[in-house]
């Protein structure tokens, strides 16, 4: 699996604290090598297709784009709530 990271999700990922910060990465590790873990709980964003979600920390959350069969891009990052007011969810 691959991933590009899009400009809004370096944004977000910088008001995360240093901790977080690594937990997310981890996280983006892991899905590349193996996306379907139970720690990750991948999922598509309901009433947004085409794209996912992840859950790198306890309480925060990716979004990520499929552009191509084995190729994601890193959208958004951040806090559960934050995330879902954005996403309008």
């Known amino acids: 699996m691959r991933i590009t990271v899009e400009k809004t999700f ?3 990922l910088k008001r995360l ?3 977080r910060q690594r ?3 981890r996280a983006l590790q892991k899905f590349m090598t193996e996306p379907a873990l139970p720690s990750l ?3 598509s964003l309901v ?3 085409g794209y996912y979600i992840i859950d790198p920390h306890k309480g925060d959350r990716v ?3 499929k552009d191509a069969e084995d190729l994601y891009a890193v959208v958004d990052v951040g806090p559960h709530d934050n ?7």
């Open 17 to 19: 604290p240093p901790d």
């Open 41 to 43: 709980d991948f999922r």
């Open 63 to 65: 979004i990520l784009r």
């Open 47 to 49: 009433g947004a297709p």
């Open 83 to 89: 995330i879902y007011r954005r996403w309008n969810r």
């Open 10 to 12: 370096e944004r977000e």
């Open 23 to 25: 937990a997310v990465a």
